[in-house]
Antibody, heavy 125, light 107 residues
């Protein structure tokens, strides 16, 4: 059974850091890119960033709103992706989701077919 | 960034009605378009990929069509369990952008 589970959310003060994890199982993690999305309270979905597979250089790309503050990494041996969030702002308050992604992977399923349940991040003083 | 314009923003229909949501891309995205359904407090669920490919387990009353810049999601006979918010998403080019969502409820 394919599973993705986010963890690490919580309440954090503006300017501080937080690291989210996305622990996966049930599929060959190394074959998939991982994309992070977020959803602010009462708002729509926003793409945050992607980490491609090692075969595509393992490179990352980020939304303009988080570029230079957020960093995505992956540990293929453990099937985990991370979202390191630095210099957090109140506008980063959201539920954060990870999803498996075939757009920059070597897989043959639909992209974004499985998501985690989300982890809530609240940035407030 | 590719802008995705979804309409309507909200929709109320009766059970059994045929419902259509449209999504327009700001540039040609070929068929790199997904449709998601989201219920309150839950993660989005992929309904249709690549503009028209129904995902396993999704009822056949859902269908998608379109290519280029104009797309639509149709529910042929609305059921009470279809209430929620629907989003289109392009994945032709980074950043992968979403429409603003269509909130669907039952009259």
């Amino acid at each position: 059974e394919v599973q993705l589970v986010e963890a690490g959310g919580g309440l954090v003060q503006p300017g501080r850091s937080l690291r989210l994890s996305c622990t996966t199982s049930g599929f060959t993690f190394a074959d998939y890119a991982v994309t992070w999305f977020r959803q602010a309270p009462g708002k729509g979905l926003e793409w945050v960033g992607i980490i491609k597979i090692q075969g595509f250089g393992g490179t990352t790309d980020y939304a303009a709103s988080v570029k230079g503050r957020f960093f995505i990494s992956r540990d293929d041996s453990r099937g985990i992706a991370y979202l390191q969030m630095n210099r957090l702002k109140t506008e980063d308050t959201a539920v954060y989701y990870c999803s498996r992604d075939c757009t920059n992977g070597v897989c043959y399923t639909s992209s974004f077919d499985f998501w985690g349940q989300g982890t809530r991040v609240t940035v407030s003083s | 960034d590719i802008q995705m314009t979804q309409s309507p923003s909200s929709l109320s229909a009766s059970a059994g009605d045929r419902v259509t949501i449209t999504c327009q891309a700001g540039q040609d995205i070929r068929t790199y378009l997904n449709w998601f359904q989201q219920k309150p407090g839950k993660a989005p669920k992929l309904l249709i990929s690549d503009a028209s490919i129904l995902q396993v387990g999704v009822p056949s009353r859902f269908s998608g069509r379109g290519s280029g810049t104009d797309f639509s999601l149709t529910i042929s006979s609305l059921q009470p369990e279809d209430i929620g918010t629907y989003y289109c998403q392009q994945f032709d080019a980074l950043p992968f952008t979403f429409g603003q969502g269509t909130r669907l409820d039952i009259k």
